[in-house]
């Protein structure tokens, strides 16, 4: 197969064509896609039939190096997909019904509405994630995604001065508790502590400056918390005018590529108490991590 590169509305987004992640894939192709990814911060590789879990973690393996601990589960629930190196996103309960809106596994998820990056709660950051479309609902539901990288370069000297001497603080509780979902029990509370992170770092694959923050971003190291969420907020909204915003929609089959190290994303509302949605997600990681985490990002 050749790779063949369609660039979509925003620059930074493109479709893959003459990619099957359902085969095997070959030296010089992989080596395309990983060019292609350098550039294209999100990409999408369409299938008519979306890929088995087992497809799915074999082709994200090749980009990078993807959890496969043991994983914890929000206090007293089932799994429905038994593969460790899966995050199920979808709105299904461990028997694949609906969750009820009560549930408050759909209200940590409601939370993904916000706009986030996947992992900037742990020390070791996630760098592509990797979403296939198993079942997708009949309207709504976009994933809409900003290049942050185009946001750095947008900003006026007079905002970019001192932002890459700044550490930030990224929480997953802050971000659940802020999209609507309960304040976590004192156990989930110690299973994930606050991580720190430079605000801005060189994205290494394009050599460019990044903004790296979200929903997840708490505070910033010896700033006061007022202060430090006035600015990061003011860059949030920087952030996310129209011209930036490239949205997805999905199609069954669809597998999303996306760099988490110089994008942010967020889900769309949808009636997610009528129609299902399975979607998928593996992973990749800094570097090689074997320790559980919990299975309701």
């Not at 299938?47 to 990078?64: M, R, V, W, Y």
Request: with cysteine.
């Amino acid at each position: 197969m050749t790779l063949e590169i369609e660039q979509l509305s925003q620059p930074f987004a493109a479709r893959l064509h003459g990619v099957d992640i359902r085969k095997p894939m070959g030296a010089d192709l992989l080596r395309d896609i990983k060019s292609a990814l350098a550039t294209y911060s999100v990409a999408i590789i369409g299938h008519d039939a979306p890929p088995t879990n087992e497809q799915h973690i074999a082709f994200s393996g090749l980009l990078g190096p993807i959890e496969r601990g043991k994983e914890g589960k929000l206090g007293g629930t089932g799994e429905r997909v038994p593969h460790a190196e899966i995050i199920d996103q979808g709105n299904l309960d461990e028997v694949g019904e609906i969750f009820a809106d009560s549930d408050r596994r759909l209200a940590y998820k409601r939370a993904n509405q916000l706009w986030h990056t996947d992992m900037s709660f742990f020390e070791i950051r996630a760098t592509y994630s990797l979403l296939a479309a198993h079942a997708i609902p009949p309207a709504g539901a976009d994933t809409q995604f900003v290049d942050m990288r185009d946001v750095f370069d947008a900003l006026p000297a007079s905002r970019k001065a001192g932002l890459e001497d700044l550490v930030v603080e990224h929480s997953y509780w802050h971000s659940r508790v802020l999209g609507g979902g309960p304040p976590p029990s004192p156990e989930e509370t110690l299973a994930r502590t606050p991580a720190r992170h430079k605000m801005v770092h060189v994205h290494e694959p394009s050599g460019r400056k990044t903004l790296y923050i979200a929903s997840h971003a708490c505070g910033i190291v010896g700033w006061p918390q007022e202060k430090a969420l006035a600015l990061i907020n003011e860059l949030m909204a920087f952030a996310t005018q129209p011209q930036f915003v490239f949205a997805h929609q999905w199609k069954l089959g669809d597998v999303l590529i996306w760099d988490n190290m110089c994008t942010m994303h967020r889900a769309t509302p949808f009636d997610d108490t009528k129609f299902k949605r399975d979607v998928r997600r593996t992973t990749c990681r800094e570097r090689a991590v074997q320790n559980a985490t919990m299975q309701i990002v």
